[in-house]
Protein backbone atom coordinates (compact mmCIF):
# COMPACT_ATOMS: atom_id res chain seq x y z
CA UNK A 1 0.00 0.00 0.00
CA UNK A 2 1.16 3.25 -0.96
CA UNK A 3 2.24 5.49 1.87
CA UNK A 4 2.11 9.14 1.07
CA UNK A 5 3.84 10.21 4.36
CA UNK A 6 7.10 8.21 2.82
CA UNK A 7 6.57 9.51 -0.38
CA UNK A 8 9.96 11.65 -0.33
CA UNK A 9 11.12 7.97 -0.52
CA UNK A 10 8.96 6.61 -2.91
CA UNK A 11 11.43 5.17 -6.28
CA UNK A 12 11.80 7.30 -8.99
CA UNK A 13 13.81 5.64 -11.89
CA UNK A 14 12.82 8.74 -14.26
CA UNK A 15 13.92 11.59 -14.75
CA UNK A 16 12.75 15.29 -14.67
CA UNK A 17 9.47 15.83 -15.93
CA UNK A 18 7.32 14.39 -12.72
CA UNK A 19 4.00 15.64 -12.03
CA UNK A 20 2.30 17.29 -10.45
CA UNK A 21 3.95 20.45 -10.53
CA UNK A 22 2.46 24.02 -9.13
CA UNK A 23 0.72 26.23 -12.43
CA UNK A 24 0.52 29.76 -12.44
CA UNK A 25 -1.70 31.59 -15.31
CA UNK A 26 0.82 34.19 -15.19
CA UNK A 27 4.31 32.27 -16.20
CA UNK A 28 3.43 29.85 -19.06
CA UNK A 29 3.17 30.11 -22.67
CA UNK A 30 -0.11 31.76 -23.68
CA UNK A 31 -2.58 30.60 -26.03
CA UNK A 32 -5.79 32.61 -27.11
CA UNK A 33 -7.77 29.47 -27.23
CA UNK A 34 -10.11 26.89 -25.96
CA UNK A 35 -8.40 24.03 -25.00
CA UNK A 36 -8.90 21.44 -27.86
CA UNK A 37 -10.71 18.60 -26.07
CA UNK A 38 -14.14 17.05 -26.59
CA UNK A 39 -15.78 14.02 -24.80
CA UNK A 40 -18.61 11.41 -25.01
CA UNK A 41 -21.81 13.03 -23.53
CA UNK A 42 -21.29 10.17 -20.39
CA UNK A 43 -18.31 8.22 -19.63
CA UNK A 44 -19.86 4.19 -18.83
CA UNK A 45 -18.00 3.71 -15.04
CA UNK A 46 -18.05 -0.37 -14.54
CA UNK A 47 -15.96 -1.58 -12.29
CA UNK A 48 -15.31 0.16 -8.25
CA UNK A 49 -11.70 -0.64 -6.94
CA UNK A 50 -10.52 0.10 -3.38
CA UNK A 51 -6.96 0.69 -3.75
CA UNK A 52 -6.72 1.51 -0.38
CA UNK A 53 -5.36 5.09 -1.16
CA UNK A 54 -8.42 6.59 -3.38
CA UNK A 55 -11.30 4.75 -5.48
CA UNK A 56 -10.70 3.60 -8.84
CA UNK A 57 -13.31 3.01 -11.22
CA UNK A 58 -12.67 1.59 -14.76
CA UNK A 59 -15.16 2.53 -17.42
CA UNK A 60 -15.53 3.18 -20.92
CA UNK A 61 -15.81 6.49 -22.73
CA UNK A 62 -14.30 8.10 -25.99
CA UNK A 63 -12.53 11.54 -26.36
CA UNK A 64 -11.21 13.65 -28.84
CA UNK A 65 -7.88 15.34 -27.46
CA UNK A 66 -5.63 17.42 -29.43
CA UNK A 67 -7.70 16.22 -32.38
CA UNK A 68 -6.13 12.39 -31.59
CA UNK A 69 -8.79 9.68 -30.78
CA UNK A 70 -8.40 8.54 -27.26
CA UNK A 71 -10.82 5.62 -25.03
CA UNK A 72 -11.40 6.94 -21.49
CA UNK A 73 -9.54 4.10 -19.02
CA UNK A 74 -10.48 4.98 -15.39
CA UNK A 75 -11.04 8.06 -12.86
CA UNK A 76 -9.92 8.43 -9.59
CA UNK A 77 -9.58 11.38 -6.67
CA UNK A 78 -6.85 13.13 -4.67
CA UNK A 79 -7.51 14.68 -1.84
CA UNK A 80 -5.96 17.46 -1.52
CA UNK A 81 -5.69 18.35 -5.22
CA UNK A 82 -2.10 17.49 -6.51
CA UNK A 83 -1.68 20.54 -8.83
CA UNK A 84 -1.87 23.98 -7.76
CA UNK A 85 -2.93 26.67 -9.69
CA UNK A 86 -1.60 30.05 -8.28
CA UNK A 87 -0.88 29.13 -4.98
CA UNK A 88 -4.31 27.50 -4.51
CA UNK A 89 -4.42 24.06 -3.69
CA UNK A 90 -8.13 23.16 -4.27
CA UNK A 91 -9.96 20.32 -1.82
CA UNK A 92 -10.28 17.75 -4.26
CA UNK A 93 -8.70 16.49 -7.80
CA UNK A 94 -10.52 14.17 -10.23
CA UNK A 95 -8.01 12.46 -12.64
CA UNK A 96 -9.55 11.02 -15.92
CA UNK A 97 -7.00 8.45 -17.50
CA UNK A 98 -7.31 7.87 -21.04
CA UNK A 99 -5.20 5.90 -23.44
CA UNK A 100 -4.87 5.67 -27.08
CA UNK A 101 -4.29 3.22 -29.32
CA UNK A 102 -0.55 2.74 -29.17
CA UNK A 103 -0.49 3.63 -25.63
CA UNK A 104 0.26 7.07 -25.01
CA UNK A 105 -1.47 8.57 -21.47
CA UNK A 106 -3.24 11.55 -21.19
CA UNK A 107 -4.76 12.45 -17.58
CA UNK A 108 -7.45 15.15 -18.06
CA UNK A 109 -7.69 16.84 -14.18
CA UNK A 110 -10.72 18.93 -12.48
CA UNK A 111 -10.78 20.85 -9.69
CA UNK A 112 -14.77 20.83 -8.14
CA UNK A 113 -15.05 23.86 -6.21
CA UNK A 114 -16.45 23.30 -2.43
CA UNK A 115 -20.18 24.02 -2.77
CA UNK A 116 -23.46 21.33 -3.41
CA UNK A 117 -22.57 18.14 -3.25
CA UNK A 118 -21.73 16.47 -6.91
CA UNK A 119 -24.69 13.88 -7.23
CA UNK A 120 -22.31 11.40 -9.43
CA UNK A 121 -19.62 11.47 -6.58
CA UNK A 122 -21.88 10.34 -4.31
CA UNK A 123 -23.42 7.43 -6.02
CA UNK A 124 -19.89 6.60 -6.05
CA UNK A 125 -19.37 7.03 -2.15
CA UNK A 126 -22.68 5.25 -1.75
CA UNK A 127 -21.91 2.22 -4.11
CA UNK A 128 -18.27 2.13 -2.22
CA UNK A 129 -20.11 1.94 1.15
CA UNK A 130 -22.67 -0.07 0.15
CA UNK A 131 -20.03 -2.79 -1.91
CA UNK A 132 -22.91 -2.77 -4.35
CA UNK A 133 -21.59 -3.38 -7.43
CA UNK A 134 -23.84 -2.12 -9.83
CA UNK A 135 -22.81 0.36 -12.85
CA UNK A 136 -22.56 4.40 -12.54
CA UNK A 137 -21.94 6.66 -15.28
CA UNK A 138 -20.11 10.03 -15.29
CA UNK A 139 -21.53 12.71 -16.87
CA UNK A 140 -18.60 14.32 -19.07
CA UNK A 141 -19.52 16.14 -21.47
CA UNK A 142 -19.94 19.86 -19.76
CA UNK A 143 -16.88 19.64 -18.15
CA UNK A 144 -14.54 18.25 -21.25
CA UNK A 145 -15.94 20.55 -24.12
CA UNK A 146 -15.46 23.27 -26.30
CA UNK A 147 -15.58 25.67 -23.99
CA UNK A 148 -12.77 24.35 -21.25
CA UNK A 149 -9.45 26.70 -20.40
CA UNK A 150 -6.15 25.26 -18.79
CA UNK A 151 -2.61 24.02 -19.00
CA UNK A 152 -1.29 21.41 -20.88
CA UNK A 153 2.10 20.14 -20.52
CA UNK A 154 3.96 17.26 -20.33
CA UNK A 155 4.86 14.95 -16.94
CA UNK A 156 4.21 12.16 -15.18
CA UNK A 157 2.22 9.66 -13.26
CA UNK A 158 1.65 10.80 -9.96
CA UNK A 159 1.83 7.41 -7.96
CA UNK A 160 4.76 4.71 -8.63
CA UNK A 161 6.32 3.86 -10.84
CA UNK A 162 5.62 7.65 -11.64
CA UNK A 163 6.52 6.92 -15.71
CA UNK A 164 7.34 9.62 -17.45
CA UNK A 165 5.56 10.58 -20.69
CA UNK A 166 2.51 11.63 -19.27
CA UNK A 167 0.56 14.52 -21.10
CA UNK A 168 -1.62 16.31 -18.71
CA UNK A 169 -4.62 18.43 -19.58
CA UNK A 170 -5.24 20.32 -16.05
CA UNK A 171 -8.76 22.46 -16.76
CA UNK A 172 -8.98 25.42 -14.49
CA UNK A 173 -12.69 26.83 -14.94
CA UNK A 174 -14.64 23.35 -14.41
CA UNK A 175 -18.25 24.24 -13.07
CA UNK A 176 -18.25 20.72 -11.18
CA UNK A 177 -18.87 21.25 -7.24
CA UNK A 178 -17.80 19.10 -4.62
CA UNK A 179 -19.21 19.34 -0.76
CA UNK A 180 -17.41 20.00 2.28
CA UNK A 181 -18.73 16.48 3.67
CA UNK A 182 -17.36 14.83 0.92
CA UNK A 183 -14.49 16.09 0.73
CA UNK A 184 -13.98 15.20 4.89
CA UNK A 185 -15.28 11.53 3.32
CA UNK A 186 -12.05 11.03 1.08
CA UNK A 187 -9.46 12.16 3.83
CA UNK A 188 -11.02 10.14 6.21
CA UNK A 189 -11.34 7.02 4.17
CA UNK A 190 -7.91 6.90 2.39
CA UNK A 191 -5.88 9.92 4.31
CA UNK A 192 -4.25 12.92 2.50
CA UNK A 193 -3.38 11.11 -0.88
CA UNK A 194 -1.69 14.08 -3.06
CA UNK A 195 2.08 13.95 -3.71
CA UNK A 196 3.92 16.98 -3.45
CA UNK A 197 4.36 19.52 -6.22
CA UNK A 198 7.62 18.27 -8.58
CA UNK A 199 10.14 20.48 -10.06
CA UNK A 200 9.52 22.06 -13.35
CA UNK A 201 12.90 22.42 -15.07
CA UNK A 202 12.76 23.34 -18.70
CA UNK A 203 9.59 22.33 -19.72
CA UNK A 204 7.03 24.15 -21.53
CA UNK A 205 3.91 24.89 -20.37
CA UNK A 206 0.97 26.07 -22.13
CA UNK A 207 -1.80 28.15 -20.97
CA UNK A 208 -5.10 27.90 -23.10
CA UNK A 209 -8.00 30.87 -22.50
CA UNK A 210 -10.15 32.54 -23.96
ZN1 LIG B 1 -4.14 10.53 -9.96
Redesign the pocket.
Known amino acids: MLDYSEQANWENGFGQIQSPINLSTNDNQHLADYLPIHADEFYQLNTEIDDHT?IRLLGMGNASIFERPYHFQQV???APA?HVIDGQVNPI?I?L?HENDVGQTV?V?LFPQLGNANPDIQNIINNFEGNHDHSVSLKIHHQINDFQTGFHYLGS???PPLTEGVEWIVINNSNLTVSQSQVDWFIQKFGKNNRACQPINQRNIQYYHK
Open positions: THFHEEHVVALTT
